[in-house]
């Protein structure tokens, strides 16, 4: 309906027998979602198949969901607005399922004493005319004639789709990384570290203070015998250590667990004995925004603080390599800046202009790249047609080139804590994927950084995304 349309009841005394009114509605998989959520029944044949294997493919709609839909048009229609419930019969004939259109009937049988009137309910589906469901409904119907605007609900957001278990699903298929865990000696860290190692995606070499590590163990109730342990009570020593396994061949990987994240990266970005490669060492995140259809990366949010045009080449370079690692095959990257046009005194729109042509000219390669564009019209597309951008990134970016670490970080905590996205993280740009998660990260973040880590060593190495049988995740 339209926003200012007026919704007008009919009370008990204009109310006569054989009145009716219809509504249709389509059933749609996020009316399963909600209606789990607002009546608390999980029945798995009444829920969509997400990243659940044991969900069915075609589930059933809830009868009493199918039965809600009556009370839509006598609350709404007729009677209409006033209207209160006394009793409701169901006869449910038919199963419906996500897609069925539904159309949905009521008619006036009679009146008692005001103000008491009684409708005869049914629900047909509307291609193949079978009935699913019929009733009687008793209603207290309005006595006073009630005019309303039509009310706009709030807007929901369901995260219908977990990209990081399909992303984790498909790492596990990779044999796993022997990876050195530096300081896994919380909690947090040392659960990650063995999650990642339960679900086949690394093989743990745990460095760090033996007591601390065992005492992790022990709150955790989990038996690290079968893992490598590495004495090293100093956390740059532990680091180091580290570094020197990866450069000796004997480790793959690194995660970094309860330690600063600058001991690490000291070790990793030194200029003898540590990680450099010929690029610039990047940050990623990797965040499943429950609004967003695929995974969002972005770029850098916690190395390089203030880069310069040449750090950002190699910052989107890196970016776009994960992206493809992950399975998408021509990346969309946004160049953020406040504004989407050049402005000589915005140093950011100037190097995401020049990004943008470099891209053209195959100075970076992999992507699409523009730039600059505001946030809105990188990620909203009727944002990117109100301002009249022409692009093939605006309003379906897929990775973010943010100007500085402080406006990266800003916009990953945001989307994190605000928007309730799902964040993992990987550097890139040294000889082996480092793992930087934050130490308030839970298992699930260090999971899916693993996988991260995985899909982006076996692209390394094969110079294409690694795929199942069921295809990518793009």
Not at 167 to 177: F, G, M, T
Not at 316 to 338: D, F, H, K, M, Y
Request: glycine share 6%.
């Amino acid at each position: 309906m339209h926003p200012h349309a007026i919704i007008r009841n009919k009370t008990w005394a204009e109310l006569k027998t054989g009145d009716t009114a219809t509504i249709e509605r389509v059933c749609t998989e996020q009316d399963l979602l909600l209606f789990a959520h607002m009546s608390g029944n999980i029945n798995p044949l009444s829920l969509p198949r997400l990243d659940d294997t044991a969900a069915p493919s075609d589930p059933v709609a809830p009868s009493m969901w199918i039965g809600s839909l009556i009370s839509a048009v006598l609350g709404n229609v007729l009677p209409g607005p006033g209207t209160l419930y006394r009793t409701q019969s169901f006869d449910f004939r038919r199963r419906t399922h996500v897609g069925d259109r539904l159309r949905v009937t009521v008619t006036c049988t009679g009146k008692q004493a005001a103000p008491i009137a009684t409708f005869q309910t049914a629900i047909t589906n509307v291609v193949s005319g079978e009935v699913v469901c019929e009733g009687t409904a008793t209603v207290d119907a309005p006595t006073i004639t009630i005019e309303t605007p039509v009310r706009e609900l709030p807007t929901l957001i369901v995260d219908q789709k977990d990209h990081f278990a399909h992303l984790v699903a498909l790492a596990a298929q990779l044999p796993p990384l022997r990876t050195a865990v530096v300081c896994p000696e919380d909690h947090n860290s040392l659960s990650g570290a063995l999650l990642s190692a339960e679900r086949g995606l690394i093989h743990p070499i745990l460095i760090g203070n033996p007591k601390l590590i065992a005492a992790a163990a022990a709150d955790l109730k989990a038996d690290i015998s079968s893992w490598p342990q590495i004495a090293e009570t100093d956390h740059r020593a532990a680091a180091a250590r580290a570094v020197a396994m990866v450069n000796a061949g004997e480790a793959g990987a690194i995660m970094k667990g309860a330690i600063h994240s600058d001991e690490v990266l000291g070790q990793v970005v030194k200029k003898d004995g540590g990680l450099r490669t010929h690029g610039r060492i990047s940050h990623v995140f990797a965040l499943d925004v429950p609004t967003l259809d695929e995974i969002l990366f972005i770029s850098d949010a916690a190395i390089n603080i203030a880069p310069d045009l040449l750090t950002k080449v190699d910052i989107t370079q890196n970016a776009i390599n994960l992206a493809r690692a992950c399975g998408l095959e021509q990346p969309r990257v946004g160049v953020l800046s406040a504004v989407e046009t050049i402005n000589p005194n915005i140093p950011s729109t100037l190097d995401a202009a020049i990004l943008s042509k470099m891209s053209e000219r195959g100075q970076i390669k992999g992507a699409i790249v523009d730039g600059p564009l505001a946030m809105d019209n990188a990620i909203d597309m009727e944002a990117a047609r109100t301002k009249g951008i022409a692009s093939l990134v605006a309003g379906r970016a897929n990775v973010l080139i943010v100007p500085n670490l402080e406006a990266g970080n800003m916009l990953a905590k945001e989307l994190t804590f605000v928007a309730r996205a799902e964040a993992a993280g990987l550097v890139l740009g040294a000889k082996v994927p480092v793992m930087l998660t934050s130490r308030a990260d839970n298992d699930r973040a260090r999971l899916a950084s693993c996988a991260l880590a995985l899909l982006y060593d076996y692209w390394r190495r094969e110079g294409a995304a690694f795929k199942d049988n069921q295809g990518d995740l793009s």
